[in-house]
């Protein structure tokens, strides 16, 4: 009688646990840089940043904000639309079935003209020049991919407009 | 194992067929173009046309040449459905945004406005569905109302456009909708569709470099998409559907891209806007968003920011 019932409670145990364990909603980090706040505001203190990828258990939903816990066991809200339900996939490269035939695919990365930080991609230079597409037009390009908007500012815009990370009320 | 390889050659023959039977709008244009003569030694050119590969091995179980040839061009067509890498989808993009600045009068200058651009478009591409691609907007000086998005997230919105929108939720908008073909990598789709009816086996850096023929023609082929033909229907419909949820995610009120078709749609007929040759009918478009505004019922409430567009466009 004694196993019979050790048996049914371990049953009843399974039964209970199991799914409610299975309800807490695991969560990713879309991006680098994601806060996690003290408070649902997301002016309050910021205790943490997710990187891309980052796992956290959403544990209550309040409108455009989450509260998470950290796998480091601490707690705080984060703005729902940098999290996916979904493991970001890496960067997606070229042919895996190149192999198959033999070929040998370079690495598809390429240097920037004249070798520095800024400047156009080697192929578009060519492409430019093979074109006569005046320079300026490069160089507007340049400027283009060179622009920056820093964390900061655009924190600064977004509570300003009550939209970003701050839309919905969230101040 | 005859069995198998039989299988193997009749599968990939048919599939390699089917993709042949058909005319491509690419056709022509991606074939490869006859190998130059090189002058310059290459460690590895040379060697990659006859390298065998796992493939050539096949003739070792009594599989003949002609083939292993077929089947290599079945491989070669499964390569083609492989999705193209982000370095290549980037440098595309940047020679579609030289163009872009080639024809469509060239950068506006005006710092404070680009930055203001910059802000809005970046708020909309942090919660869109690829956050992790560095976006870059900028303003072209021409009156044509007209915006548009070349592969790697190149985002352009012409002076003439921005003097018709009334606030910042129209402006989240529009670029919402630019954003959504990116994400939905809608020109790639394009390219890879053709590539795959040429037979092109590799749209990859190292193939283009070593033919920048291809490269070109390529780029030929996105311009007079984006500029003149305009993409697919479908496509445009559901940059418009993502454009409408980005804005809302964003935390604009959802309904500026809407706001701004219905302006579009009461100049039509006089307005000087490449829209309507490169966009489906305005008032499909709206209609269409009207039937999605009912899910964002909440996003009624959120700003659409016209002091501060107004600010900037110095109205």
Sequence with gaps: MKKIILKL????????????????????????????????????????????????????????QYQVKLPNGKSGWVFKFKLSDKKPAGKSGGSSLAGLTGKTTIAARESRSGGSIRGLKETTE??????NIDPSYRRSVDAMEAFRVSDSELAQFQRAGGVGDYSGGGQ | M?????????????????????????DDILKPQPKKEQSQ???????????????????????????????????????????????????????????????????????????YINLVGKTVADVSD?????????????????????????????IGLLKNLKNEAELAGVL??????VTQKHMLETIRRGALLSNVSEVTLSAMN?????????????????????????????ADAYGVEFAY???????????????????????????????????????????????????RRFPVLTQRFQSYMGA
């Design chain 1, 9 to 64: 409670s371990f049953i009843v145990l399974v039964l209970v646990i199991i799914p409610s364990l299975a309800q807490a909603e695991t969560m990713y980090a879309k991006k680098s840089g994601v806060k996690v706040t003290a408070e649902k505001s997301p002016t309050s203190k910021v205790v943490g940043k997710l990187n891309t990828g980052d796992q956290v258990q959403v544990v209550k939903k309040a409108g455009r």
């Design chain 2, 130 to 158: 690829r956050p992790n691609l560095n976006f870059h907007f900028a303003i072209l000086n021409s009156q044509d109302q007209n915006a548009f998005a070349a592969p790697g997230g190149f985002i352009f919105v012409t």
């Design chain 2, 249 to 299: 995610r964003a935390g604009y009120h959802p309904s500026g891209l809407r706001d701004y078709l219905k302006t579009l749609q009461s100049q039509e007929g006089h307005a000087n806007s490449k829209f309507f040759t490169t966009h489906p009918s305005t008032r499909t478009r709206i209609s269409k968003i009207d039937e999605l505004l009912g899910q964002y019922a909440d996003g």
């Design chain 1, 126 to 131: 060519q492409y430019a020049q093979g074109k």
């Design chain 2, 176 to 181: 919402a909708h630019e954003i959504a073909h």
């Design chain 2, 2 to 26: 005859r069995r198998i390889s039989f299988a193997i050659v009749l599968t990939l023959g048919l599939t390699s067929f089917a993709y042949e039977s058909f005319g491509g709008f690419l």
């Design chain 2, 41 to 115: 030694p290459s460690q590895s050119q040379g060697g990659q046309q006859e390298q065998p590969g796992l493939l050539d091995a096949l003739g070792a179980f009594g599989v003949k040449k002609k083939d292993i040839d077929l089947i290599k061009k079945g491989v070669g067509v499964a390569q083609a459905l492989q999705p193209i890498g982000e370095e290549e989808e980037i440098t595309m993009g940047e020679a579609v945004a030289v163009e872009a600045f080639s024809r469509f009068g060239g950068e506006y200058r005006d710092e404070r406005l680009t930055r």
């Design chain 2, 210 to 238: 070593k033919d920048p023929k291809m490269f070109s023609n390529v780029i030929d082929e996105i311009t007079d998409k984006l500029f003149t033909k305009g993409l697919d229907k479908d496509k445009e419909y559901e």
